[in-house]
Structure formats: C-alpha cells, structure tokens
C-alpha cells in the first residue's frame, strides 16, 4: 500500500483520535506493528497564530514514521497556511478532516461541515494541494443523509484534485458514533475512485480488519478505538493477513508496553503531567482481564 511515494509497512492505520493519539501512544502502537500513525487533529486557526498548545501537537520523533498531521479548518488560505507549517515540521502526509462532527467545529463550517459544501471544499483542498508537496490525504464520513452521495462526490473531487489517498468512516454527521459503519459505503466508493482507500469504522477485533478488507476491498484498515489500550490488534491483523494464529497478549507483554507508555508519556509530558495522565490511562491495558475494575479504581485514586 503507497500513499504517494511513501510505502507503508503494513496495512493498518492508527486513527486519529483526539486527546487520546499523541506521541507516547502513537510510538507505542507503531512497535506494535502499526503501519501509519495518525495525530489528533489539529486546529489550523491555532497553527497560524501559534498557539503553544497547539503547536505542541506537532511533537513527533522518528521512531513512528511515516506520520500523517492531521489538520482541520474551512478557510482556504489558513488551511494552506497551516498545511506549510505542518510539512516544515517534518510530517510524512498531510490530512484533512472532513469528518469531525463535534458542534463546536461544525459550527466554524470546518469538519464534516464541508461535507455540504463541495464548492468551498474544493477551495480548501486545492489550495493545500498546492501549498505543500509531501502526501495529501482526506478523511471524510457518510457525509449528511444515509445515501453517501456527498462522500462519492468529494472522493471524486480529491480525487480530481491530486490527493493522494483517502480514509471514510462510513457513518452520517447526525450519527456520531451510534449505529452502525455502513461498510457497504466503502466498497461503493473503492469502486469509484482510483486512488487508495482506507476504510475505518466498527472494527473491534482482529478478524473485523480481515473481513473488512474481504469485504469491501478497500487498501487498508484504519482502527480507533479498538486501538486503545489494545495496541497489539496492529500485528494481530497483519498475522492474520499471513495466514498466522494470533497469540494471546500474556501479562508481563501488557506490563511491558504499559511500562514504555509512561516512560514516553514522561519524555513527553514532564513527570508530573504524564503520571496525573497515566491515572485514567493505563487501565485501558488490562481492560476485560480478571479484577482489572479493581486495578482501574486503585490506579486513578493515587
Ligand atoms: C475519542 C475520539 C476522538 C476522535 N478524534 C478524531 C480526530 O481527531 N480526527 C478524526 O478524523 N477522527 C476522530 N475520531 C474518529 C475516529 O478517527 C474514527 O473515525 C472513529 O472512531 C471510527 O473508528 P473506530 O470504530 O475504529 O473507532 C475520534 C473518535 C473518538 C472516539
């Protein structure tokens, strides 16, 4: 699978997910096999006006490349402000969101906003095209009626457009994260377009990965939340994908990883930041697992 000129190692890409996929966690699911490690999105608005916070999430360090920066917005010109910002820090691809359906960046007509509005789309999409020379990908939803009309059109603009890939989770704005990932969506649109396509949405195990490809045909899988505090689903799927057995996660194997999750977050954050995070966010490993409720109350009571 290529992403303009860069090959990824495997087929399994890390969502973006925000407040959740910053440094530590994307450098830990990329030594668990990711193939591409995506950002949480990120404000275009606050790249340009340099915003510390905000620039902050551009952190990245060569062990978890190729990363994709994620970037949301609706101003043409700030988006390809921003977008020459992110490829000067190093990033490997550059994404759009098309898919954020949250009020408060609906609102700015930034997001799946854009969805409903292909013409100022293509304005955004053009002007990054042309800002920055390092992959362009975009990632959309169902768009705003359960038809994926709106997803069709905008895959066939990108497309037109030069950007190089694109991600679809198959789900309208209203839905959120309720109901289910219209897979049927993501064969439709591999169909049409010629550029690559990674489908996201509902995978939970390792074996949803395999049939979503089997399924739709798309090029890769892109995983959220089944990604968190599960980090090891990135080579299930790829043992999967060579006719392997997968291996259960044993313990010390959890431990490790949540031993190098807080040493990141440490590096990352500072001592203090990282261990009050790591309260709320090293029992996402040993989730499901005898008395890990227990574990969990201890852990975020310290
Ligand atoms: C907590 C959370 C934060 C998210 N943040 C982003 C984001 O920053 N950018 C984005 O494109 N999608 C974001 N998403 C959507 C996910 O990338 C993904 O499309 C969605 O969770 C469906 O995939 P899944 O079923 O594998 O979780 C977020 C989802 C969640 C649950």
Not at 131 to 144: C, D, E, H, L, Y
Not at 250 to 275: N, P, Q, T
Request: hydrophobic share 40%; net charge positive; aromatic share 4%.
């Amino acid at each position: 699978m290529k992403i303009g000129p860069i090959k990824l190692d495997n087929i399994t890409v890390l969502a973006p997910l925000a407040g959740i996929t910053n440094l530590p966690l994307r450098i830990i699911a990329k030594e668990s096999g990711c193939g591409l490690v995506c950002s949480e999105m990120i404000s275009a608005n606050g790249l340009i006006h340099k915003s510390v916070k905000t620039e902050k999430l551009l952190d990245s360090h060569p062990d978890e490349k190729p990363l994709s920066v994620q970037i949301f917005g609706s101003d043409p010109s700030i988006m390809a402000e921003a977008a020459r910002i992110i490829e000067a820090s190093g990033a490997s691809i550059l994404d759009i969101n098309f898919g954020c359906s949250v009020r408060k960046v609906v609102r700015t007509g930034a997001g799946v906003a854009l969805m409903r509005d292909p013409e100022r789309a293509e304005a955004v999409i053009t002007a990054v095209r042309k800002a920055v020379s390092i992959p362009f990908t975009i990632k959309i939803r169902t768009g705003w009626d359960k038809s994926g009309v709106q997803a069709l059109e905008l895959s066939k603009i990108a497309e037109n457009c030069g950007v190089d890939a694109l991600a679809i989770h198959p789900r309208t704005a209203c839905q959120g994260f309720k109901g289910e990932a219209d897979w049927e969506l993501i064969s439709t649109l591999k169909k049409s377009v010629s550029i690559p396509v990674i489908g996201n949405g509902d995978i939970v195990d390792p074996e949803d990965a395999i049939q979503m490809i089997k399924q739709t045909g798309c090029d890769a899988v892109m995983i959220g939340r089944a990604a968190i505090g599960n980090p090891w689903i990135f080579s299930q799927v790829s043992a999967l994908m060579q006719g392997e057995e997968i291996q259960p996660i044993d313990l010390s194997r959890r431990f490790d990883s949540m031993i190098k999750y807080l040493e990141a977050s440490v590096k990352y954050l500072g001592e203090k930041s990282a261990c009050y995070m790591m309260r709320s966010r090293l029992g996402w490993f040993i989730k499901g697992l005898r008395s890990s409720s227990r574990c969990q109350k201890n852990h975020s009571g310290i």
